[in-house]
């Protein structure tokens, strides 16, 4: 029988990488965590390994879990993603109680959570969607967490999480992100914008690789130089490690031995897909996603591979390049294009906000992001200064400080997205970043014309420049305008 002073003020459900990282987390800090695990063996091997770190109540049933947690009763799940978490959320709340927490910390889809809450709010139980980002790593030491669901139950949460998050400059990388979904909502975009982030990096290795001809040991070093500046990031600073990595079976770099096919979970399609259906042009994450896809479609590329015309290439020696120079203008594009990724990401965060009625901050995700998550980095110092001057800034990219590094950057991004094409060689991010850029500033966009084709075949209208209203051209006619 547990006695109020042997209760757990807080569960984990789901004893795999993440959640046995975490409940070891919430241990370190003092608090007396209950464990439980589907299969009974994560479970003992957690408490044999870890046991005597801190204060653990194993429990081999999810009865017994429940009852060895102190009221209101919170619980972290760590399961699979979909139909695992909606089975264990319903034995939860099958055990629990009134006024009990359900925290869902796995990576869920945001609508999923929005129901889970519905439901879970007809049963009296509370359930908090909770993005957690940082890997296995973070969850040990300190990561960033989202949490959406209802904001009383922030007020009884907010300082168990608190305790765990990573912490940049005093602050915990946790804040009420909003109600039900938004939680997940703003962790999706999250990994999208972490897909996007690394393509850029991998664009840039790919130019100076394949480009400029040099060893992955020299661009890690340059790796390792640029992550002292600007690009100052978690993801910079371990492309540096991986690219330093000797494989010890072949000796070569292990980049070079490592199958060019990358995988995927599915967050940063999901973060597109969403896009697409709130009309927010995500074209940094939406190629990230596509070149993920194109590079595992492993048949396709080997049939296309010297089978397909090259047009006139040039080499790196005949377009005359310095390569000093090149490299510094390739950490510009990289920088240029990340920059876009990220305003077309807080984008998408403030049409999902205005959609579902959330009130997302984005100062709060700028802010939470500095630690503890996969895209932590310097410059989201920066994205706080920005949405502090002017929190109702139109784009991130028109920010008064941005548009001053974007001055400096975008000589050097033009020319490296025409010297990519020079070389043959793939910048999908960089390139359609570059677009994108154009068309924001664009004074007439070639729209006027599919508006044009779309009134000539499907009398769709339009609206003209001069004068209020809506107009089509009787084109099977005498193509004369009338009103409409
Ligand atoms: P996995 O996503 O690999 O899931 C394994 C866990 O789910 C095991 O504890 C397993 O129990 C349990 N489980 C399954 Br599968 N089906 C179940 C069911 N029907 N009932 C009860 N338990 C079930 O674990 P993970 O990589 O630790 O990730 C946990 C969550 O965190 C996921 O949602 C993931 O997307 C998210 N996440 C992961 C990372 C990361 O870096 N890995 C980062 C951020 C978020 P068993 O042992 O009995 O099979």
Redesign the pocket.
Known sequence: MNTPENLAQIGV?????????LARNFASRGHTVAVY???P??TRTLIAEHGTDGNFIASETIEDFVASLERPRKAI?????G???D??IS?LADAMEDGDIII?????LFNDTIRREKEMAERNRHFVGA??????E??LNG?SIMPGGPKESWETLGPLLESIAAVVDGTPCVTHIGPDGAGHFV?MVHNGIEYADMQVIGEAYQLLRFGAGMEPAEIADVFAEWNRGDLDSYLIEITAEVLRQVDAETGKPLVDVILDAAGQ?G?GRWTVKEALDLGVPVTGIGEAVFARALSSSLDQRKAAQGNLPTGALKTFQELNLDKERFVEDVRRALYASKLVAYSQGFDEIKAGSDEYGWGVDPRDLATIWRGGCIIRAKFLNRIVEAYDNDPALPALLLDPYFKGELGDLIDSWREVVIVATQLGLPVPVFSSSLSYYDSLRAERLPAAIIQGQRDFFGAHTYRRIDKEGTFHTQWSGDRSEIES
Not at 13 to 21: K, Q, T
Not at 77 to 81: G, K, L, T, W
């Open positions: 459900v789901g004893l795999a990488v993440m959640g046995s990282n695990n589907r299969s063996e994560k799940i760590m399961v699979q993603a139909p695992a978490t089975a264990v034995q869902d910390g796995g990576n869920a993005g957690i980002s940082g890997g296995e973070g969850a990561p962790k979970k967050t």
